[in-house]
């Protein structure tokens, strides 16, 4: 069953939008819900259907998955203006409150992608009814992210202008003197920069009972980005893998194609869902299991 609806942040007082994908089919996996935290601004929005159709594929394994929208995104309520990194992780904590209540799961998986992934990896550091922990090719610096994005606002004053009156730096120093700057397709106020830039994936030290996928999805076929790799060290349970795909946050090509699905990513991230062993928590020698382990 499919079934869009809201639900309160009651931490906060304000309504969030959702999708529920509860199973039909009976199994061991009625147990697991998994729960997407994704990017914000024209990555939540390219990525959507990559994310909808695993949630799909949960759905038809047996699992209950739950997509929503952050406060100030998308169909909730508020502004973007107004969120802040405490909005986000206040948004994740609610909807683990809202999937245990209303389907009485047991077992909660955070699936992040890109920023997301730094909500959902803060939460689970803390959160104890989080077991598992998955990460789709994760923002490590986040102020060197913000930073990027404002590329798109250099491309849009040159579309505007014929030339940049505003470089980066600049943008930024706009930013921390509150002005409303445009970034990858969503605004950046003073109050969600000074809350973001100075976040990293390298400084979170999560509890040793998660058990965690690291995944790096890349057209590279090379090792692993040496940031990504030591990650989370001190957390035996993590499996690291490279999937070889594009990004499926951006359009591709010339004709902006959307990503629809991304066949190797969702079937290594089923099989570390399903793999019996993984919930030994058995770690290869050097502490940390490996993607050919599964």
């Not at 030339?163 to 980066?168: A, L």
């Not at 390298?202 to 690291?214: C, G, N, Y």
């Amino acid at each position: 069953m499919n079934k869009p609806l809201f639900f309160k942040n009651k931490e906060n007082n304000y309504n969030l939008f959702g999708f529920l994908f509860q199973p039909e089919i009976k199994n061991i996996n009625n147990q697991k819900g998994v729960i997407f935290c994704d990017s914000i601004g024209s990555e939540k929005y390219y990525s959507h259907r990559v994310l909808v159709n695993f949630a799909r594929l949960l759905q038809a394994r047996g699992y209950c998955a739950f997509l929503f929208d952050y406060y100030g995104n998308g169909d909730s309520e508020g502004d973007f203006e107004n969120t802040r990194l405490d909005t986000y992780l206040s948004d994740v904590r609610a909807a683990i409150e809202f999937l245990m209540e209303e389907t009485k799961i047991e077992e909660i998986c955070l699936l992040g992608v890109r920023l997301g992934s730094v909500f959902a990896s803060l939460v689970a550091a803390e959160e104890k009814r989080v077991e598992r922990l998955a990460l789709w090719s994760p923002i490590i610096d986040v102020g060197k992210y913000l930073y990027d994005s404002l590329r798109a606002n250099l491309n849009m004053q040159f579309s505007l202008y014929k030339t940049i009156k505003f470089n980066r730096d600049q943008l930024i120093e706009q930013i921390k003197n509150n002005v409303l700057v445009e970034g990858e397709g969503h605004v950046i106020s003073r109050d969600f920069y000074h809350s973001f830039s100075q976040i990293s994936l390298k400084k979170i030290k999560m509890r040793p009972d998660v058990r965690a996928l690291l995944v790096d999805i890349s057209k590279n076929t090379g090792a692993m980005s040496k940031e990504l790799s030591m990650l989370f060290e001190d957390n035996n349970q993590c499996i690291r893998m490279t999937v070889n795909e594009g990004p499926f946050w951006v359009l591709k090509g010339t004709n902006q194609i959307y990503t629809n699905q991304l066949k190797a990513l969702f079937e290594k991230t089923l099989c570390w869902l399903e793999d019996s062993s993984n919930d030994q928590g058995k770690a290869s020698d050097n502490g940390h299991r490996k993607a050919s382990e599964l």
